[in-house]
């Protein structure tokens, strides 16, 4: 028939090898453009934009999530005013500082939230003040409430003890407010000298918790009338030398002035002199007697 058909059949091991035969470059070239139009003719490069999108908004989200979740800040601060001078400030029952001399106190780093504050001094009942801050609230200065406490039934104001400087502030605030309105000087005095300024050994700085008492003293002394002179004296009892005793005396009668000047007592008011040991009022030998002893006393110069 002028033709030769050969025919032959392979193994099947060798047949299926035949037949995975790889695409040639052409064959591959016709497979991708097919894909092409399955998909509907949407080139790769957009897919390849559209997956470098995908990473981008991808990492904002994760960023968002940090920020929001570690590094956003979640604490905040709120000023304490109002506050008796030499206050415990607190924060949910723990102790944030102490109100400076103008009876503020700025708390930093609070726990995002709402947190009560409390304002303790012994002689001063404060009402209890809740604030709500972080996540971007700011909130206003805290205003606190106070009131002074009066004596308390059973304490004997013309007998105090040592470690009874908190009873002493409460009889001196009782006697001020019996004064008159014009005041005699001389009941000024006694009223003063009340007050116990107990400064630790060795030491003439004034405790933070008379700061009030010494703020109310200012209140009343610089109603006096212009004339009128008085002297702040220091005294110690006779525990070191007669030298150290002396210039400890000045220091601490001058620590006192300055701090009634500063609340508002006119400086030409005031005159200060250190007694040192030399006017003891009571006997050095006890512990009363020298608790008696270390004190600052007023007296009237002049009227």
């Known amino acids: ?10 193994p099947e091991a060798e047949r299926q090898k035949y037949q995975n035969i790889p695409p040639t470059p052409v064959e591959q070239a016709e497979q991708e453009k097919k894909e092409q139009a399955d998909q509907g003719g949407i080139p790769g490069w957009v897919w390849a934009v559209a997956g470098l999108m995908s990473m981008f908004f991808f990492a904002i989200a994760v960023l968002l999530v940090v920020y929001f979740f570690v590094l956003r800040p979640t604490s905040f601060e709120v000023t304490v005013v109002n506050a008796p001078p030499g206050s415990d400030i607190q924060v949910d ?21 709402r947190r009560t504050i409390t304002v303790n001094h012994p ?9 709500t801050g972080g996540n971007g609230v700011i909130p206003e200065p805290v205003r606190v409430q106070c009131k002074e406490k009066p004596v308390q039934p059973g304490e004997d104001c013309s007998n105090i003890g040592v470690g009874e400087e908190d009873k002493a502030e409460r009889c001196f605030n009782s006697a001020l407010a019996g004064l008159g309105d014009p005041f005699n000087v001389d009941d000024l005095v006694r009223a003063l000298n009340i007050l116990i300024v107990n400064f630790k050994s060795g030491s003439y700085e004034i405790p933070a918790v ?26 110690t009892d006779t525990d070191g030398s007669d030298a150290s005793n002396q210039t400890l005396s000045e220091n601490r009668a001058k620590a006192v002035k300055d701090k009634l000047v500063q609340f508002g ?4 008011t005031l005159q200060t002199r250190g ?13 009363l007697g020298k608790f008696h002893n270390r004190r600052i006393e007023y007296s009237v110069v002049r009227k």
Do not use: M
């Not at 028939?1 to 392979?10: R, S, V």
């Not at 002689?123 to 604030?131: A, D, I, M, S, W």
């Open 93 to 113: 029952g723990s102790s944030w500082g102490v109100s400076d001399e103008d009876g503020a106190r700025k708390l930093l780093n609070l726990k995002s939230g």
């Open 1 to 10: 028939y002028d033709k030769t058909t050969p025919y032959f059949k392979l």
């Open 265 to 268: 007592a006119r400086p030409e």
């Open 123 to 131: 002689n001063y009942t404060c009402l209890p003040r809740e604030v």
């Open 275 to 287: 007694y040192g040991e030399t006017r003891p009022k009571a006997d050095n030998t006890t512990d």
């Open 210 to 235: 008379r700061l009030a008492a010494i703020q109310k003293a200012a209140s009343y002394i610089k109603r006096v009338p212009p004339q009128v002179v008085l002297e702040v004296g220091g005294h």
